[in-house]
């Protein structure tokens, strides 16, 4: 990171400790919730919905530098003209089979120094990401649980990037986590996660099922980068905390209603997407 940035950072590092350091980004109100995906099917109305933070110049023909032309971004750190997006959640209505979006709090994310080249780790110290890299996270096709083999390969670990935790401490519950949707009311939020892939193959900025060219650590939240992918890069986390129980009147003894915009109802095609657009003397 370079010094130049480092007091608009300050604000946001909020751990810094023997093993690791990190900074936290909210990203309040979306820039856009609509059809659009540059990674995926840049240039044409994309298939489903997609609640987008970060730079204002989004759209459907982004490029780095549409991005760094942004005037301003929904994000907290003015020199981060990156773009972020997730599936848009819904609630069906029982009652009428009606669509409303659920209210969330925005997306945060989460800047961590991860892995064995990270510095704090003893290693030669993590990359920038490159200009332009793009990344994508889940698989908005999945509708049932995945699992691969061997375990800590990089299709099993994508199975584990995406899960969520239902926050019920208000109500006096515990919280539990999994994956899929959870079947309770989450008093708290649906709190949805996602981890990012944090190595990168030193080549390409984007691949044609938009995952090759990137891979994630070995234990997911850290780790080492595979021989094929030897760049290793900050790891980015993201949480959606969706407010399922506004509607709770409506739907509490019945079967869960909520559905990702990817028209998913089972909570599996859960995915989000990284366009890098931070300026290369910041980050």
């Avoid at 848009?88 to 009428?96: A, H, V």
């Avoid at 089979?97 to 994310?109: D, R, T, W």
């Avoid at 670990?157 to 899960?163: H, S, Y």
Wanted: proline residues 8%.
């Amino acid at each position: 990171m370079h010094l130049s940035a480092l007091s608009t950072l300050v604000p946001f590092i909020v751990a810094i400790g023997s093993a690791n350091a990190w900074f936290r980004l909210p990203c309040t109100d979306p820039v856009v919730q609509e059809r659009i995906d540059p990674i995926v099917q840049p240039g044409v109305i994309s298939q489903h919905v997609h609640t987008v933070h970060g730079a204002k110049n989004f759209g459907r023909s982004a490029t780095y530098d549409t991005l760094r032309a942004s005037s301003c971004t929904s994000c907290l750190v003015k020199e981060d003209l990156s773009a972020y997006w997730t599936p848009t959640l819904y609630f069906k209505d029982p009652n009428n089979g009606q669509f409303e979006k659920v209210p969330n709090g925005g997306l945060l994310i989460y800047y961590q120094n991860r892995g064995t080249q990270d510095r704090m780790n003893g290693g030669p110290g993590l990359k920038a990401f490159p200009p332009g890299l793009k990344m994508v996270t889940g698989n908005p096709a999945w509708r049932s649980k995945k699992t691969a083999t061997p375990v800590g390969s990089q299709a099993e670990l994508q199975t584990r990037a995406g899960f969520w935790v239902c926050l019920r401490y208000n109500v006096g519950q515990p919280d539990y986590e999994g994956t899929g949707f959870p079947t309770t009311d989450c008093e708290a939020g649906l709190n949805a996660r996602l981890h990012m892939p944090a190595c990168w193959d030193g080549k390409n900025l984007d691949s044609p099922n938009h995952h090759d060219h990137v891979a994630y650590l070995s234990g997911m939240d850290n780790g080492s980068c595979p021989p094929t992918h030897p760049i290793g890069m900050m790891k980015l986390f993201y949480e959606v905390t969706w407010d399922v129980t506004y509607f709770k009147s409506r739907w509490v003894g019945k079967p869960w209603p909520f559905v990702y915009s990817n028209s998913d109802p089972t909570g599996y095609g859960w995915h989000g997407d990284f366009f890098n657009g931070w300026a290369t003397d910041v980050l």
